[in-house]
């Protein structure tokens, strides 16, 4: 699943930053029919975790109501230099990774 | 007038009154209670520290940007632990579920989200001393997300 991660990639330590994550995922609500009038099944990410630096800092758990490609943007707490992964699941049972780096500088 | 039949009048336009108001919250937002104990489990929900930021008027109902801020200090013993996200009109009426905490630094949440109707979207938020608060905003939809197509 492609996705992109927006990080800032330096910050001050205690500062608070904006993390932001889309993914490219139909978010198939489970209502909408295809060419041939059968029901394309729910399939959505129904479960997102971002961790920094190991501790999770946020999760998301979503349903269809969440609009195709979803778009996540939280604030997390600068603490040290590291790395935030990003991991989530959809309905389907398939899995998708994403990371990136951020460097934290004294006060 | 005699007492008792002031009292009588007095009492049943009284009661008249309060049954009305009652009819009139129930019919303004059907299932709006049984949602709030699904997702609280019953507990209390009071209104205000949670804010919804909406645009007023969306043009397309399949995707609306949302933001929830939530007044909180967001430290160890006093932060946001949960934000749900509500569309009371969408056939399934729970969006979303945020887990945050003192690592945030702020309690703050924006995705965007499918209306299938008109709505007041609506967002609960649950405090680390386990109190839950309400905010919500009304969100005119000129192009639904239908079910279908």
């Known amino acids: 699943m492609l996705s992109r991660v927006q990080v800032p990639a330096s910050a001050r330590r205690g500062e608070v930053i904006q993390v932001r994550i889309a993914i490219q995922h139909p978010m198939e609500t489970g209502y909408r029919p295809d060419h041939f009038g059968r029901r394309i099944p729910k399939n959505v990410i129904n479960t997102l975790v971002c961790r920094y630096n190991g501790v999770e800092v946020f999760r998301a758990e979503m349903g269809s109501g969440i609009a195709a490609n979803p778009l996540l943007q939280f604030p997390v707490r600068a603490q040290d230099s590291g790395e935030f992964v990003f991991e989530w699941r959809d309905d389907s049972g398939e899995r998708g990774e994403s990371r990136a780096a951020i460097t934290v500088s004294a006060g | 007038m005699s007492d008792r039949r002031r009292f009588l009048l007095t009492t049943t ?74 569309a009371e009109r969408n056939p399934r009426p729970v969006v979303a579920s945020f887990t945050l905490g003192p690592h945030s630094g702020k309690a703050e949440v924006a995705t965007r989200i499918r209306l299938a109707d008109i709505q007041d979207v609506l967002a609960l938020a649950q405090m680390s001393d386990g109190s839950w608060w309400m905010g919500g905003a009304h969100v005119v939809v000129t192009e639904l997300a239908c079910l279908e197509g």
């Open chain 2, 13 to 86: 336009a009284l009661a008249g009154g309060l049954l009305c108001a009652r009819v009139a919250a129930a019919q303004a937002h059907p299932g709006r209670a049984e949602l709030l104990r699904e997702v609280t489990g019953g507990a209390a929900v009071q209104t205000g520290r949670v804010t919804v930021d909406t645009p007023p008027l969306a043009d397309n109902g399949h995707s609306v940007a949302v933001r929830v801020l939530v007044d909180s200090p967001m430290s160890a013993q006093d932060h946001v632990r949960r934000i749900t996200l509500l």
